[in-house]
């Protein structure tokens, strides 16, 4: 509750900053908040009790799942944040409706993976949702921008219609929006619950994966991503894609009752169909960002695994989504470096990277093999922790595919690696960078190698 409070209070203090023309001091204060944010949702964590009282009608629950992806969630906020300024130089004088605006996502996020009563969840999810959709579209001028806002309200307006319908069944078959309440009435009547209990369950589930971008209900993202502001994009695929998969992740923990072996089916069908569309199609792009919005479906399909085993694999989902997270916001900080100035993200302003600028080769270059699986980074481990959850539940052919997707991905991954190294370059000047965008790819592309050197840091705790 504290963490949901203290963000939603800093999204206003930057609005609060703007009317009193205080733009100067919006990104430290801005920082120093989500810093002091994160200290205090770390606090909790380690003492087991929120600062503030849990209210009556527990619309909040702090559990450690929630503070986990909530910690995660600030981490990820933090560096975006942090590129805001260069990235808004030109337009400096809405900077404040920019970064309040992801502070809000932020919060949209917590909400989304802290709710202790659907409505909670919900208001959390269209918060979100609604910042998301007016960032994407946030470059006016430019008018895939404007195509990327409106695809994205459509099919986000057409999912969330789908989770509110869901809710209003759940709601019908047990009298209660407190998933508290709801378990306890699942797990007591079972197999006696009305059928609209199932078919609200099945829509929440189908709404949530369009948010995560799960075959098939992925087909907005790769055009949404190759329309959006990049700074945008990065947040996107990862804040929203790992919240939408945690709270998705939650939901069939407390609804686990109507998993039946049909539903698990079509889950492992899923993720394998998931896994496999992501990566096929990521090997023929040319454009980064959709090559990187086919690489979030692909590992969708993996972070989709521990569905089928939530009782055991929370530490999994979350060590995957930071391992994730980390090495996707490293790749954009390079991304957002080498297209800075230039109306395209084409693959081809990567040629001879190595010779413009080594540091950024060699971050972007781990953050591939991070994404590939590679030891010693995290994006290794988190694939291994979730292949071991799928042997010791005997799905075989889940890890088979996985494999094999691995390797594919390695493919194209590295056909990106082998062209800033090989191919010789427009210009043999020397990549100017801005130090903000240099520092974030840095520290990100460090988490993710402490992750993987460290992974008890997060495998080692008790959600």
């Avoid at 049909?262 to 492992?268: G, K, R």
Wanted: hydrophobic share 55%; glycine share 6%; charged share 10%.
């Amino acid at each position: 509750m504290s963490t949901l409070i203290a963000i939603s209070g800093l999204g206003i203090v930057c609005l609060l900053l703007e009317v009193l023309n205080l733009r100067k001091i919006l990104i430290p204060v801005t920082l120093i908040g989500l810093i002091a944010v994160l200290g205090m949702t770390i606090t909790e964590f380690y003492l087991g009790e929120s600062f503030i009282a849990v209210d009556k009608y527990n619309m909040v629950q702090n559990s450690g799942f929630s503070q986990g992806f909530s910690i995660l969630f600030i981490i990820i906020a933090l560096l975006i944040i942090l590129m805001s300024p260069k990235f808004y130089q030109e337009n400096f004088v809405k900077i404040a409706d920019y970064v309040s605006l992801k502070v809000f996502m932020l919060a949209g996020a917590v909400a989304m993976i802290s709710f202790g009563n659907f409505a909670m969840f919900f208001i959390g999810l269209e918060v979100l949702s609604i910042t998301a959709y007016a960032l994407a579209s946030s470059d006016p001028k430019s008018l895939r921008s404007n195509e990327a806002g409106m695809k994205y309200f459509i099919m986000g307006a057409f999912a969330s219609s789908f989770i509110l319908f869901g809710i209003a069944l759940i709601y019908g078959a047990t009298t209660s929006f407190d998933i508290a309440e709801i378990a306890t009435v699942s797990l007591t009547q079972g197999a006696s619950l009305p059928i609209w209990f199932n078919i609200g369950f099945v829509m929440i589930t189908v709404g949530m994966m369009f948010k995560a971008s799960i075959v098939p209900f992925h087909f907005w993202a790769p055009d949404v991503y190759e329309g959006s502001p990049t700074l945008v994009t990065a947040m996107m695929s990862t804040l929203v894609k790992v919240a939408a998969i945690g709270a998705l992740f939650k939901i069939v923990s407390i609804l686990s009752v109507a998993v039946t072996p049909t539903y698990q089916t079509l889950l492992v069908v899923l993720s394998i169909l998931t896994m496999i569309v992501g990566n096929i199609t990521a090997l023929r792009q040319k454009n980064i960002k959709r090559m990187m919005a086919y690489s979030g479906i692909s590992h969708a399909g993996f972070m989709m695994m521990t569905l089928l085993a939530v009782g055991t694999s929370a530490n999994a989902v979350l060590y995957y989504a930071a391992a994730y997270s980390f090495a996707g916001i490293a790749a954009f900080a390079v991304i957002l470096s080498v297209t800075r100035g230039k109306d395209n993200e084409d693959i081809s302003n990567f040629f001879g990277l190595i010779k413009r600028q080594p540091v950024l080769t060699a971050i972007l270059a781990c953050a591939f093999l991070s994404l590939s699986g590679i030891p010693i980074f995290a994006g290794f481990f988190a694939k291994l922790f979730v292949f071991e959850q799928m042997l010791q539940l005997n799905h075989v052919l889940l890890v088979v595919f996985g494999i094999l997707n691995s390797a594919v991905a390695v493919y194209y991954y590295l056909g990106v690696t082998n062209v800033m190294i090989v191919k010789d370059p427009e210009t043999e000047e020397r990549l100017r960078v801005p130090f903000e965008y240099k520092a974030v790819a840095i520290i990100a592309i460090t988490l993710n190698i402490l992750l993987g050197i460290f992974p008890s840091i997060i495998m080692g705790i008790k959600l």
